[in-house]
């Protein structure tokens, strides 16, 4: 491995004083060493997890509002027992509320199915490599496309810009959810893709209607951008609205419905043979369009991801 993980181990591990790792993390982060990380136990994960934020490291207790002591064993929980006249003994696991809640893996196993995921290694490889079941193998596949999902809805910016073009297509949200409450209301979507780059958008409403649409393009597209509206029928029984907004909104509107060309029909060309359906933007889509826009080595593929799902699941520090 190109990290020499031992180096960890000589910090101070008190559950108050958490040594940051960043000169040794200046290395690869790739199957070697999520390995060898494991290898050396779970408070070595437990660190690790702790400082890119996958778990808090600190935990405020309810009754008093003191730090609560990390006690290990087979399950991690934050624990504050006092005596006199306030005595109280509070408890809370460790994982709850985390990307590790209600699993009974190690951290260090849970690390090495991601990167296997995230390497696109195949079902049977993960679980021969890391003897897990079908069944959890399959689960954390899922949960790490929630993630993608997750972040792709999360995403509030804008996107386009002078001599850009932005695909817009109306598709139906999945409603399926694995560890993530969704953060958004309605079912349909306006999906916004930048064509030669790795941008989008992605924008949950309850009516698609062309007002509606208006009102995403300005909160969701830079003015001078070109727009290509791939929405049925909206773009033809609402010319003169539209042709408001490009006066208002400095952008230049094309209709685009009946193209063969597109960059959501090269999506779906990706994505044959996948659980996809026509018009549904699914955790598939989002697993592509994440993977799209982190186009990067694995190693920091894995970096991004790992933020991706501290983003997700932010850790608690308090109740």
Not at 67 to 72: A, F, P, R, V, Y
Not at 163 to 191: P, Q
């Given at each position: 491995?190109s990290?020499?993980?031992?180096?960890?181990?000589?910090?101070?591990?008190?559950?108050?004083?958490?040594?940051?790792?960043?000169?040794?993390?200046?290395?690869?982060?790739?199957?070697?060493?999520?390995?060898?990380?494991?290898?050396?136990?779970?408070?070595?994960?437990?660190?690790?997890?702790?400082?890119?934020?996958?778990?808090?490291?600190?935990?405020?207790?309810?009754?008093?509002?003191?730090?609560?002591?990390?006690?290990?064993?087979?399950?991690?929980?934050?624990?504050?027992?006092?005596?006199?006249?306030?005595?109280?003994y509070?408890?809370?696991?460790?994982?709850?509320?985390?990307w590790?809640?209600?699993?009974?893996?190690?951290?260090?196993?849970?690390?090495?199915?991601?990167?296997?995921?995230?390497?696109?290694?195949?079902?049977?490889?993960?679980?021969?490599?890391?003897?897990?079941?079908?069944?959890?193998?399959?689960?954390?596949?899922?949960?790490?496309?929630?993630v993608?999902?997750?972040?792709?809805?999360?995403?509030?910016?804008?996107?386009?810009?002078?001599?850009?073009?932005?695909d817009?297509?109306?598709?139906?949200?999945?409603?399926?959810?694995?560890?993530?409450?969704?953060?958004?209301?309605?079912?349909?979507?306006?999906?916004?893709?930048?064509?030669?780059?790795?941008?989008?958008?992605?924008?949950?409403?309850?009516?698609?209607?062309?007002?509606?649409?208006?009102?995403?393009?300005?909160?969701?597209?830079?003015?001078?951008?070109?727009?290509?509206?791939?929405?049925?029928?909206?773009?033809?029984?609402s010319?003169?609205?539209?042709?408001?907004?490009?006066?208002?909104h400095?952008?230049?509107?094309?209709?685009?419905?009946?193209?063969?060309?597109?960059?959501?029909?090269?999506?779906?060309?990706?994505?044959?043979?996948?659980?996809?359906?026509d018009?549904?933007?699914?955790?598939?889509?989002?697993?592509?369009?994440?993977?799209?826009q982190?186009?990067?080595?694995?190693?920091?593929?894995?970096?991004?991801?790992?933020?991706?799902?501290?983003?997700?699941?932010?850790?608690?520090?308090?109740?």
């Amino acid at each position: 491995m190109s990290v020499n993980a031992q180096e960890w181990m000589r910090g101070v591990w008190d559950g108050k004083v958490f040594y940051s790792p960043a000169e040794w993390m200046k290395g690869d982060w790739n199957g070697d060493f999520f390995y060898e990380l494991s290898k050396l136990g779970d408070i070595a994960c437990l660190k690790f997890c702790m400082d890119i934020g996958l778990v808090a490291k600190r935990y405020e207790c309810p009754t008093c509002g003191d730090d609560m002591k990390l006690s290990g064993g087979d399950r991690w929980l934050w624990a504050c027992r006092k005596h006199g006249a306030n005595a109280h003994y509070i408890k809370r696991s460790l994982r709850k509320g985390t990307w590790f809640q209600a699993s009974h893996m190690k951290f260090g196993l849970i690390l090495r199915l991601t990167y296997m995921w995230l390497n696109k290694m195949p079902k049977e490889s993960i679980m021969n490599d890391l003897g897990v079941a079908s069944q959890t193998a399959t689960d954390w596949k899922n949960f790490c496309k929630e993630v993608c999902m997750d972040h792709c809805l999360r995403f509030d910016g804008q996107v386009g810009g002078d001599s850009m073009t932005v695909d817009i297509y109306e598709a139906w949200l999945s409603e399926k959810k694995y560890k993530i409450e969704r953060r958004v209301k309605g079912n349909s979507v306006y999906v916004g893709l930048v064509r030669n780059l790795n941008d989008c958008f992605v924008e949950v409403v309850e009516d698609r209607s062309a007002e509606v649409l208006v009102e995403v393009i300005i909160k969701r597209i830079v003015p001078g951008s070109t727009i290509l509206i791939n929405c049925g029928s909206l773009y033809s029984s609402s010319c003169a609205l539209f042709e408001q907004l490009e006066v208002l909104h400095n952008v230049t509107i094309k209709d685009t419905s009946k193209s063969t060309d597109g960059t959501w029909l090269k999506v779906k060309r990706a994505l044959q043979g996948n659980d996809f359906l026509d018009g549904e933007f699914n955790d598939e889509v989002a697993e592509y369009i994440w993977r799209r826009q982190n186009n990067y080595v694995i190693t920091q593929k894995m970096k991004n991801f790992l933020k991706a799902i501290s983003e997700s699941f932010p850790p608690k520090s308090k109740d």
